[in-house]
């Protein structure tokens, strides 16, 4: 009877798991598959899983301008810098807080843990960038605002040197003479990879799939645009003038210039690749991220 | 060292602090915030007297009502299936990736997948599934009915392999010998879920839940903004407290309404925040966020 329903238990688990597995991937499937067809045979028959007639169409016609390979350049820019400034001074603030000798350790702590709790909201920070800092239609303006670091990575960092790095290791290294910057680099650091690791995925995360900053900071300079902002736009004209077609006079013009049903599609699986390639790689290390976070993420 | 930290954070989160006074004032982008001139709670009786105010306050209350029990259930019963069974040892692994995949995707992303199933003229929805069925085409981005449903599946989709890891990391952790104790006495797979399981993750769940709770006044601006395709016609049941404000910025130039409307949201936000974290501390202190 035991083992009855414990089969019983398996067979349905594995029935449900394989539904469930199934329906995650399928959109991004349907999305490929749409990618590989031909573009008539698309308008005619509509998106499916099975291409009718194959054709990369689609893909050379992408990097016949250079408006796609920009942007994806932008975006890898943005991801490598926007990762390293974060570990940077996620790592260093993270790891001043958990040192005894920090001067208002207790307040300064508090700080970080308040922007948690509290914010401006958007229209401040907006006021603050364009007009205090003049961010607007600039490279920094996908960079810093709100992505660089946040107190929660910050005091993940720091609850893990305190717990994860012992203290006896930190004093035998000034005893050997090692420089505050010396011990941070070549003691610290080390022992806490696992953690660095996590916060770089998740802040390579971050910005490669950010879209919010480029959509509010950025207005003329068109060709500052990661390949997440000029996914945003396309889909966005493209809904702007089928659902207007009947009041604007140029709109059946307008669809024809913008890239037709494929090359969409092409495009958004390019978005993609990257995450789609590394994602073998760093799941593993994700499922550990979270699990480190806690709930508290 | 620590400084350039504390500088980021001063210029992001502390800076824009006293910015919050622009929801007090008739805004006057040549005399910046502060020469503008204040006329003390106008904008916020313009926005509460608006029929937007309530509109926004219920759709983000109710969607994240919905997501919070549709999506904590679901994370639940897939941390109990991978965790519980005992057969397929890397296939369990293969489940666990596929179903977190979606986390990772970029809102656009999202919409684009979204609009494959739903555009009018291609979407595999209209040209292959409703014909099946002998149906109309549905026009999807300008029927509201629909929308409450997408949102919630895309919800779904998108977080159940995220928010099963917490479960599941807290189901691995349980000692084995109750469960061992209650085959011995003849419990079945069932009874173990119920009578083992659930009661052990009850303070996980309930704090996992306090705190989504403390969120309740945030929403995921991109998944009310971009998986509709800000389409006016579904704004009555897409429209949220960030999205309202998004628009009221970036479309509208109605500065002064999206600051009031934020500044509705950080102070009831923060309440709600500092509530629910009183709550679980009151259940269980080591769960707390502070």
């Known amino acids: ?297 | 060292m620590a400084l350039p930290g504390l500088a980021y954070l001063f210029i992001n989160n502390y800076m824009p602090l006293p910015g919050i006074v622009i929801a007090f004032k008739t805004y006057n982008a040549k005399k910046g915030i502060f020469g503008s001139p204040w006329c003390g709670l106008k904008n916020f009786e313009f926005l509460f007297k608006s029929p937007d105010a309530f509109n926004i306050t219920r759709n983000t209350i109710l969607y994240n009502f919905a997501f919070i029990i549709i999506n904590t259930t679901a994370a639940i019963a897939v941390a109990i299936i991978i965790s519980e069974m005992t057969s397929g040892g890397w296939i369990r692994n293969v489940y666990q990736s596929l179903i977190l995949l979606p986390h990772l995707l970029s809102t656009v992303i999202v919409s684009y997948l979204v609009n494959g199933f739903l555009n009018e003229t291609n979407g595999f929805v209209n040209m292959t599934i409703l014909p099946i069925f002998g149906a109309e085409p549905i026009k999807w981005y300008m029927t509201p009915k629909y929308w409450p449903y997408i949102l919630v599946i895309v919800s779904l989709w998108k977080s159940v392999g995220y928010n099963c890891i917490v479960y599941l990391s807290t189901i691995i952790g349980f000692d084995r010998a109750y469960y061992e104790a209650a085959l011995i006495d003849g419990a079945g797979k069932w009874k173990q879920i119920t009578k083992i399981t659930l009661p052990l993750l009850r303070p996980t769940i309930i704090m996992m839940t306090m705190l989504a709770i403390g969120r309740i006044f945030y929403s995921d601006f991109g998944l009310f903004y971009q998986v509709p395709m800000n389409s006016p016609p579904l704004l009555t049941i897409t429209n949220t407290i960030d999205t309202y404000i998004y628009r009221g910025l970036v479309q509208l130039g109605q500065v002064t309404l999206s600051a009031a409307a934020g500044v509705y949201q950080s102070f009831v936000g923060f309440c709600l925040v500092m509530g629910s974290n009183l709550l679980v501390r009151k259940i269980d202190r080591d769960s707390a966020l502070f």
Request: charged share 15%.
């Open chain 1, 1 to 297: 009877m035991r083992n009855k329903d414990e089969r019983r238990f398996n067979v349905l688990g594995h029935i449900i798991m394989a539904f469930l597995s199934f329906n995650a991937i399928m959109p991004v499937i349907l999305l490929i598959m749409s990618s590989i067809t031909d573009n008539d045979t698309l308008i005619r028959d509509g998106y499916g899983f099975i291409p009718a007639k194959f054709s990369l169409k689609a893909y050379e016609y992408i990097f016949e301008f250079d408006t796609v390979p920009r942007a994806y350049v932008i975006s890898i820019v943005l991801t490598l810098v926007g990762v390293f400034c974060s570990l940077t001074i996620t790592t260093m603030l993270g790891y001043a807080l958990a040192r005894q000798g920090l001067p208002f350790r207790g307040i300064i702590t508090f700080l970080v843990f308040f922007t948690m709790l509290f914010n401006g909201g958007l229209v401040p920070t907006y006021v603050n960038y364009t007009n205090v800092f003049h961010l607007k239609d600039t490279f920094f303006a996908l960079l810093i605002p709100g992505l660089m670091t946040n107190g929660f990575y910050i005091l993940l960092m720091k609850s893990y040197f305190v717990t994860g790095v012992p203290n006896e290791i930190m004093e035998a290294a000034y005893i050997d003479g090692a420089t505050e910057m010396k011990t941070f680099l070549k003691v610290a650091l080390p022992l806490a990879k696992p953690i660095v690791a996590t916060i770089a995925l998740f802040s390579g995360l971050a910005y490669w799939n950010d879209w919010n900053n480029g959509y509010v900071y950025i207005s003329k300079r068109v060709e500052l645009y990661s390949i997440q902002n000029l996914l945003q736009r396309m889909i966005q004209n493209i809904q702007f003038l089928t659902q207007n077609a009947g009041n604007i006079v140029n709109a059946e013009q307008g669809l024809a210039s913008i890239p037709s049903v494929s090359v969409r599609m092409a495009i958004a699986i390019v978005g993609l690749l990257p995450i789609l390639i590394a994602y073998p790689f760093v799941q593993r290390q994700l499922v550990k991220g979270i699990t480190l976070g806690g709930v508290k993420g």
